[in-house]
């Protein structure tokens, strides 16, 4: 039995009530009774609207299913001319651009990584709020950019080898980033400042400056440098020397370290990312958030045989040319990504006994809390603009990003804030907020802050809206259809044209292999020569290595190149990956099957069986990808998608996936908490639920596969 306070017409879970009360009210200068009566308000007023725009997505989604049903054959301009008509495709206004104001400089002015993490996880939070600074030396000598070949292999003990390479490549990354005007860094053995100038010393004692000497901001150490401040792009270089110090006497120059700006922000994921299907999940998870706010947040671990406490990093202290102390932000900007509109919770019911929308819930609370970083004096801050920022995913179309806007403003209303201190980013991963995204701007035109594209929840989203349309090639082909290069260009297109360049952030998608950061350095600068100003990254580590794409990126520049440009093919976007032909090879059939059924048993069997939303899944090559919910999507609405259309059969699906299930069984061996699937698959409620993605993934609204997940977690939470 639920235990729940009464509280004018609602009734909500005692340990959402209590937090509310015990611990985010206090200290806002918001009176409890003034906030609940809002909060009811708002349930009343906008909850019907929030319903009428579900039901228009249904409706949309049915008139596009029958319309591909009379169709004997796909005709992009067709298909056009029926999205028109229908109103799933709107007119496009005229020009204009977007007025946001207020926002910090790691939104508007530096591009730069941004982390993506679970809120419910302290210590994840906690790693990612600090990653806003990370050691190269670290991210070169821990990982696969430098390859372990004879003689460079990591091991437990220092491997001075390895350390030499990882200087060099140091090194190299200086000479590109803030060069001299002549030589190289490599050759350096050392830093001194004269005058107020860098001068950097050889060993025949010849001297040479920095080609630039505005980068030069500032150093620490009175008698002896400790440290020398540059900038590059926009993007801060700490340079650490020590003479004395284990790597610095490996060091010609008595580098010991390079400290790059890594993470400039980081959304803390109350969605995709999590599993949090119950009163009890959420208060942890706004708990997490409350305290990121109130600069308190910490935890205790243990690594290796030691405790270690964990806490929010302070700001970092410099001298400047002038020799005045000045500070450097040390924590990454903090975003909050809440739920989409389409799930609903039963942490309060109206006053009728109805769940209410959990979106209203997660914008009350993490604004509520965030409160506590606008009004703080503590040296602690997050935003110094007196912003609050809030991803929204999973927003459909012009409607329902208006619709965001005025729940945004009446929560500023009830919290007392300024016009627009709740500042917005759309997700671009729904097809119809695709095609109508210069008018979902200008609906939030005041606000935003914040637009990206995401690959797999678009992909997802294109396979369900196109169901009917036919069968769907094999899912790697489709990352190489011309639709996909049309939405991740036009996304771009329009963010300039509606005037982002300077005010607002374009965003890209993840990097989903933690542990291939070689591929990733040859790969991902595509996203900043694209023009996006941020993407992306599944570790602090990996936000360090990719902050090097943005030194040799001026991506201010690359966005100006690429207004030049024509905007991206509509039509291109208007036309689904659809096969050619519905014959494929039994062994393609089988392949694509095992590696969809891998990859959702490997991700659902840890979300229903350990509420864990996001971690490092193997693949069926056993590569560790980063997935979440995003992944589940694609992959589940693909089979059902073969299914449909008799790709493939109910008997080779099921076939797959207890071949799949054996295997992510081994997988997980290692894992004391782990509950195998094989050989009882019908008592196990992971197994269950992952057939359920797939047989009932048609009828689930847009593909999405919340509903069946909390449904299996509670069941599976309800057994203990």
Known sequence: MVNRIQQGGLSICKVIYDLVMDEILPGTKIEPTHFWIKFEDLINQLGPENKALLNKRDELQSKIDTWYQQQASFDVDQHKQFLEEIGYLLPEGDAFQISTTNVDSEIAGTAGPQLVVPINNARFALNAANARWGSLFDAYYGTDVIAESKGLEKSSAYNSARGDEVIKLANKFLDQAVPLNNGSHQNVIEYRLRDKELVAIFADQSENQLKNPAQLLGYNGVNELESLLLINNGLHIDIQLDRNHPIGKKSLSSVKDIVLESAIST?????????????????????????????????????????????????????????????????????????????????????????????????????????????????????????????????????????????????????????????????????????????????????????????????????????????????????????????????????????????????????????????????????????????????????????????????????????????????????????????????????????????????????????????????????????????????????????????CTAEQVIASMQRMAKIVDEQNSHDDNYQNMAPNYESSIAFQAAKDLIFKGCEQANGYTEFILHARRREQKSKG
């Open 267 to 647: 959304i803390l994921d109350f969605e995709d990312s999590v599993s949090t299907v119950d009163a009890e999940d959420k208060t942890l998870a706004y708990k997490n958030w409350l305290n990121l706010m109130k600069g308190t947040l910490n935890t205790t671990f243990n690594k290796a045989g030691k405790s270690i406490n964990r806490s929010l990093n302070p700001d970092r202290k410099y001298l400047d040319r002038e020799g005045n102390t000045f500070s450097l932000h040390g924590r990454s900007l903090l975003l909050v990504r809440n739920v989409g509109h389409a799930m609903y919770t039963d942490a309060i019911l109206d006053s009728q006994g109805n769940e209410i929308p959990e979106t209203f819930l997660d914008l009350m609370l993490t604004s509520l809390s965030a409160l506590h970083d606008l009004q703080t004096d503590s040296a602690i801050r997050n935003s110094r603009t007196g912003s609050i920022y809030i991803v929204k995913p999973k927003m459909h179309g012009p409607e329902e990003v208006a619709f965001t806007n005025k729940l945004f403003s009446y929560v500023e209303d009830a919290l007392g804030l300024e016009s627009n201190t709740l500042k917005v980013g759309v997700m671009d991963e729904e097809r119809r907020t695709t095609v109508n995204l210069k008018e979902c701007i200008r609906a939030v035109s005041e606000r935003l802050m914040f637009i990206n594209t995401g690959f797999l929840d678009r992909t997802g989203d294109e396979i369900h809206t196109s169901m009917e349309a036919g069968a769907m090639l094999p899912k790697e082909a489709i990352k190489g259809e011309q639709w996909i290069k049309a939405y991740e260009d036009w996304n771009v297109d329009v963010g300039i044209e509606c005037g982002l360049q300077g005010k607002a952030q374009i965003g890209k998608g993840m990097w989903a292999k933690p542990d291939e950061m070689q591929e990733m350095m040859s790969t991902k600068q595509a996203q900043p020569l694209a023009g996006a100003s941020c993407a992306w990254v599944p570790s602090p580590t990996a936000a360090t290595l990719h902050a090097i794409h943005y030194h040799q990126v001026n991506v201010t520049e690359q966005q100006s190149k690429v207004s030049e440009r024509p905007r991206a093919s509509l039509t291109d976007i208007l036309t689904p990956p659809l096969m050619l032909k519905t014959s494929v090879a039994e062994s393609d059939i089988k392949k694509d099957l095992d590696n969809n059924s891998q990859s959702i048993l490997g991700y659902v069997v840890r979300w229903i069986d350990q509420g864990i939303g996001c971690s490092t899944v193997a693949d069926i090559n056993n590569v560790g990808l980063m997935e979440d919910r995003a992944t589940l999507r694609i992959s589940s609405q693909h089979i059902a998608n073969w299914l449909r259309h008799e790709v």
